[in-house]
């Protein structure tokens, strides 16, 4: 994991602890933890600090910065406005979509630096897809709660059971209609949601791209939490202003 993480920063031109004069670019890290935090970067955090920041998205307007968001099922969500040169980056698993946190930045951008909705760009980068993203109920529930277009994000599998459609009458019960019902499994499309999301935020629906790849899917080119069990590396999404 440390070889590909210097391979990819010597790729980019990029450097963790940056020397001075250096022409690299330092890269801004966050401690993420599933939240709707966004940092507003201005400078490179002091490594003498002992508490890292934290936090699940970064904003920015200052050049020469790369700020990055790392990965393994979760969507790195890229928002850049190329009129007022302003980048953002967003770590965006369920929980943090559930909180709005790419809503929110997007409302950042505006905020902090004048951004128009109009005027940007999102990119939003490899993840665990509608194929094979599994949830509970409860995740559901608390979509629901928040998006009235909650619906059209899930979609429900009835399980298959070899042995039952074979021998149905094995499975008879008391209870009408005389067959106990398998459970169904529930589908999140995330990267639906988020795309929904930054249209809700004014993002124009041609100035949004979505990466097709999903990570459970092929852990033989993406890491993913889920397909290997929790032992994996992280990907890395990254943005930052030239000069």
């Not at 909705?117 to 939003?124: E, F, G, V």
């Not at 619906?151 to 070899?162: G, M, Q, T, W």
């Not at 629906?205 to 979505?210: D, H, L, P, Q």
Request: proline share 7%.
């Amino acid at each position: 994991m440390e070889r590909n993480r210097q391979a990819f920063l010597k790729k980019i031109g990029a450097v963790t602890r940056p020397r001075k004069g250096s022409s690299l670019w330092p890269l801004v890290t966050l401690r993420q933890i599933h939240s709707d935090i966004i940092r507003h970067i201005d400078s490179v955090p002091d490594p003498k600090n002992e508490e890292p920041l934290t936090g699940d998205g970064m904003i920015t307007a200052t050049p020469g910065l790369l700020l990055a968001i790392q990965t393994a099922d979760c969507l790195p969500v890229i928002v850049v406005d190329t009129r007022r040169h302003v980048v953002g980056v967003f770590h965006a698993g369920w929980r943090g979509t559930v909180k709005r946190i790419v809503e929110k930045g997007v409302g950042e951008m505006v905020r902090c630096f004048g951004s128009r909705p109009r005027d940007l760009k999102a990119a939003i980068g490899p993840g665990i897809q509608g194929c094979c993203y599994e949830v509970g109920e409860e995740v559901r529930t608390k979509f629901e709660s928040q998006f009235t277009y909650a619906a059209s994000l899930f979609r429900e599998v009835k399980e298959s059971d070899p042995v039952r459609e074979k021998y149905p009458l094995l499975f008879l019960t008391a209870r009408a209609p005389g067959h106990s019902e398998l459970p169904k499994k529930i589908f999140l499309d995330l990267a639906e949601a988020n795309r929904q999301q930054l249209l809700a935020a004014g993002v124009p629906k041609k100035g949004i791209e979505a990466s097709p790849l999903c990570t459970n899917c092929h852990p033989e080119l993406l890491f993913s939490y889920r397909a290997e069990k929790g032992k994996t590396g992280r990907m890395m999404g990254v943005v930052g202003i030239r000069e």
